[in-house]
């Protein structure tokens, strides 16, 4: 029986037709996966679900649970039970998990709040997700895995006849992702139906029934994942080409040593005593691409920014060289001007001025590189634009265009430029890659591999392990603030670099 | 004729479309202009032609410099994400610093501007200091120093007003530059025009009107052409003309007015070119470009290797600088420094700002867009005043029209996004 089903729905902007004619049909008890690049609207066809875009602003029928469905607000679609989580997670971090779980839907009587109840529900709650947490503790304390079983939990609290996640863990942990995944398994066991829309097709594989591929705006495939199902398989849906290779064809030689790092100590920046990056050493080459595997929390990120101008961390110690020199990293001018750039994780919050044009982002970094005695030369400034434009392939109609409407890759591609710019010898890379489409990726990665072929030493970070075992030369793999091995490339594996971090 | 017809004709439909289009994504600063014209051309008619005297208009510049002196450093730190409530108190505090160091200390007027200024620049450091390198909040610094320095003010003058100041003080607001041209052209100009009342024609004041004008003309000409030339989106040929001859007609004809009056006050010259350079170090130099980029995203910006800290302390150093330079002239304007002076200012700079188009969240806001800002708050003020609306309703008008210019800002904002 279908508890969900759109059809023909069409939804345009000025100036572009979001959707054309998508049908989505969703079975009772199953897990449906909705998969697309970047841009393809999915989202649209979300948020028309969930009432987001009310009844009347797009063409097409929904039918849910038998009767016609037509929402003028999230809350009528959450009154019927569609619960959709965001992927910019919407908790309140200064309230507990228990306040966040009934937020707007509080257990009161007459305004006045039963907090017996409210946290005895909230346990069972969190029994039902797996969390083992006081329902006391603020959502700002725990970390972002966490907090997704949070958003879980608040949408069971809410009678959920159809859960929606959003690329749920686009910014998890490979093991916090399996936990997540198994849950929604056990979800679907209690009868719960969800749809989950994802870029990570291994994802998608182990946990859905059924996949709905969308291109463009309109419906291209719906498969059949019960059977088995092939990434390639979708990976040709979604780009509408065969990806035979997701990563490049790449030969590489690396030359001589060229960034060292030794004996790397870094203490929490509130937390004294608490030591965050233990006596960490690490080497890369000139055109080599070293990756940086770990789980969530085990220092990765901590360990390139203090490194990057001590961004992170206080009583720093340690030694960076440079081509056997000792370069001064103390602040983030220093850094760069002794050759390293470092692409932080989160592009939106720490990468791009996001109000400003792509021009302005791209010489940000280098502004000494487009001016004359600190006054701008603003027509150099538009031919280094153009000039990255070109090269890094960022599409877009012009250098004046604002990067907040940019999709991902092309955002990426943005921050990419800026660093370039200011002509490092080593880039470190912390998750390039995430959120952003296959077909981007595929791009990103020609990109490294270039700046490798140019003699740069490439450090890349990363969650995703195909994509180090994919790209990298050597990989080391941290844990807890520690380096616990190193692999070369051709004796690295998921299950090594896994049993690294198990067994310490 | 017929030649030309079709020659013209299917031009124009195409450029109608593309003139739309560039006119709603570009409404917020042409909104500015016209609603300064709109309410210019308002008062000059109820006003019965009152506003745009040459007396008035001479007025008019004196009222409102010490709030555009004081926007172009408020922008600053607004663009750069804070806000600075203390500049009232502040000028005041200047203004009667100065009185007591010239009135009651006998000490020299140069010493004094000098020392005014650098106190004022303490001041903003100060201030700058606990916002930039201990991360409170702007609102309350800044709340405390305008506490604390309209104290300072009052305990300075104790409670009295403080004055008259010398007449090589008072020239510093209501002094006018000598006509550098000979007399006989100022007189035969006056014959010529045949205005009664006007014995004499300030020829400094009109050629530099021209002067100035010609200068935008050939700046905007300039730009235009390079920017044609790297394939920036251009406006409109009607547009760039329509507002370029607007620009330098109203420049034309306030220098006018001015030379029918006593010529170019002092003040507007230091307004001038205080507005200039700031104009210039926003627009084009890279500390300005820091300084958005501050503003826009301010972990993005650090990480980019911008001194961030040390950008935030020079904006609140530089606003206090301003504000003394303010506070000099609100006082050698009064004549008289009163602990009163500079009193509720702070929000008259600050709407200004705002209403130029500047935004509360930092890195957005033009130098230019503050100083019409502000010209439109005091055309406002003055027209109101000339009609005789009592203060009550000044309040509540000045009130409304910064609400409907941020309203209007917010509402294009959602409509292009």
């Not at chain 2, 042409?30 to 006003?47: E, K, N, S």
């Not at chain 2, 926007?71 to 203390?86: R, T």
Request: hydrophobic share 45%; charged share 20%; net charge neutral.
């Amino acid at each position: 029986m279908a508890l969900l089903s759109m059809q023909d729905i069409s939804k345009t902007f000025p100036g572009v037709k979001a959707l054309d004619q998508v049908n989505l049909d969703v079975q009772q008890g199953e897990i449906h996966a909705v998969v697309g690049e970047n841009g393809a609207g999915k989202s649209t066809l979300m948020k028309i679900l969930s009432g987001v875009y009310p009844h009347g602003s797009y063409n097409g029928e929904i039918l849910f649970d038998g009767a016609p469905a037509q929402f003028a607000n999230i809350s009528d679609s959450e009154r019927q039970g569609i619960i959709i989580i965001h992927q910019e997670l919407a908790l309140v971090p200064q309230l507990s998990i228990s306040e966040n779980i009934f937020l707007g839907n509080e257990r009161a009587k007459s305004g006045v709040i039963d907090w017996r109840e409210t946290n005895r529900r909230t346990e069972q709650l969190l029994a039902k997700v797996g969390l083992a947490e006081a329902p006391s503790t603020l959502v700002d304390n725990i970390g972002v895995g966490k907090q997704q079983l949070v958003e879980i939990a608040k949408a069971l609290s809410k009678q959920v006849k159809l859960l929606i996640l959003d690329e749920p863990t686009a910014a998890l942990q490979e093991n916090d992702s399996r936990k997540l995944l198994d849950l929604m398994l056990e979800l679907k066991a209690q009868g719960v139906t969800s749809i989950i829309i994802s870029h990570k097709l291994n994802e998608v594989r182990y946990v859905a029934d059924t996949v709905t591929v969308i291109r463009d705006g309109m419906t291209v495939s719906r498969l059949d994942a019960k059977a088995g199902l092939s990434e390639d398989e979708i990976v040709r849906d979604m780009v509408g080409r065969e990806m035979t290779h997701r990563f490049p064809e790449h030969q590489r030689s690396p030359g001589k040593l060229l960034l060292e790092v030794r004996n790397w100590d870094v203490w929490h920046p509130e937390h004294t005593g608490r030591q965050v990056i233990r006596d960490v050493s690490f080497a890369v080459r000139a055109g080599e691409v070293v990756g940086i595997a770990g789980l969530m929390g085990s220092g990765r990120t901590e360990l390139a920014m203090s490194i990057f101008g001590r961004s992170y961390g206080r009583n720093i110690l340690g030694s960076v060289k440079l081509n056997n020199n000792e370069i001064d990293v103390s602040t983030v001018d220093k850094a760069i001007s002794a050759g390293i750039s470092y692409v932080t994780e989160d592009r939106k919050s720490l990468g791009l001025v996001l109000d400003e044009t792509i021009r302005f982002n791209t010489t940000l970094a280098n502004l000494e590189g487009v001016s004359s005695g600190s006054v701008l030369k603003r027509n150099d400034e538009t031919k280094v634009a153009e000039k990255f434009k070109k090269a890094l392939a960022i599409r877009t109609p012009s250098v004046f265009q604002k990067t907040v409407n940019l999709s991902g890759g092309n955002q990426q591609k943005v921050v990419l430029a800026k660093w370039l710019f200011t002509e490092p010898e080593v880039l470190i890379l912390d998750e390039p890659t995430r959120g952003i489409d296959v077909g981007a990726k595929y791009e990103i990665y020609t990109i490294i591999n270039d700046l490798a072929d140019q003699g740069k030493g490439v450090v890349m970070i990363s969650s995703e392990m195909p994509e180090l075992l994919g790209m990298c030369d050597r990989i080391y793999v941290m844990n807890e603030g520690a380096l616990v091995g190193e692999l070369n490339a051709e004796d690295a594996s998921q299950e090594r670099i896994m049993s690294l971090i198990v067994n310490k | 004729m017929d030649l030309a017809q079709s020659d013209t004709n299917p031009a124009p439909q195409v450029k109608t479309k593309s003139i739309g289009q560039y006119l709603s994504s570009h409404l917020r600063q042409y909104g500015l202009l016209f609603a300064l014209i709109a309410v210019m051309a308002f008062f000059q008619i109820v006003t019965d032609g009152t506003l745009l005297r040459a007396v008035n208009v001479t007025n008019l510049l004196l009222q409102n410099s010490y709030i555009i002196i004081m926007a172009l450093g408020m922008l600053i730190v607004i663009v750069s994400g804070n806000i600075d409530l203390s500049v009232g108190s502040v000028m005041g505090f200047i203004g009667a610093l100065a009185a007591v160091m010239i009135v009651n200390l006998d000490q020299s007027v140069p010493l004094t501007i000098v020392a005014c200024l650098c106190v004022g620049g303490i001041i903003g450091a100060a201030q700058g200091y606990w916002v930039a390198y201990w991360k409170i909040p702007s609102f309350i610094v800044t709340l405390a120093g305008m506490l604390v320095f309209r104290g300072l003010s009052l305990w300075l003058l104790e409670g009295q007003s403080v004055g008259p100041f010398p007449k090589e003080f008072q020239i510093l607001a209501t002094g006018f530059v000598p006509d550098i041209f000979p007399v006989s052209w100022g007189d035969s100009l006056a014959n010529l025009l045949e205005i009664r009342r006007v014995k004499h024609v300030n020829m400094l004041a009109l050629f530099t009107g021209i002067a100035a004008a010609a200068m935008i003309v050939w700046i905007g000409l300039r730009q235009r052409a390079q920017n044609r030339l790297y394939g920036i989106e251009d406006e409109p040929k009607i547009f760039f003309f329509a507002r370029n001859t607007i620009v330098a007609a109203a420049l034309i004809f306030v220098m006018y007015k001015l030379s029918l009056f006593r010529g170019l006050p002092n003040v507007l010259i230091t307004m001038g070119v205080l507005t200039i350079i700031y104009a210039f170090i926003t627009e084009t130099t890279t500390i300005g470009r820091r300084i958005y980029a501050l503003g826009g995203n301010e972990k993005a910006a650090k990480l980019s290797g911008i001194k961030t800290e040390r950008l935030t302390f020079l904006a609140f150093t530089n606003m206090g600088v301003l504000a003394a330079a303010a506070g000099l002239v609100f006082a050698a304007r009064l004549n008289t420094a009163t602990p009163k002076a500079g009193f509720a200012l702070e929000l008259d700079v600050i709407a200004a700002v705002f209403i130029g188009g500047a935004s509360m969240s930092g890195g957005v806001g033009t130098i230019i867009g503050a100083v019409v800002g502000a010209f439109l708050m005091g055309v406002l003020n003055n027209g109101m005043s000339i009609m005789g609306i009592g203060i009550d309703f000044q309040q509540m008008i000045k009130g409304l029209v910064l609400l409907a210019a941020v309203i209007f800002d917010v509402y294009n904002k959602n409509k292009q996004g």
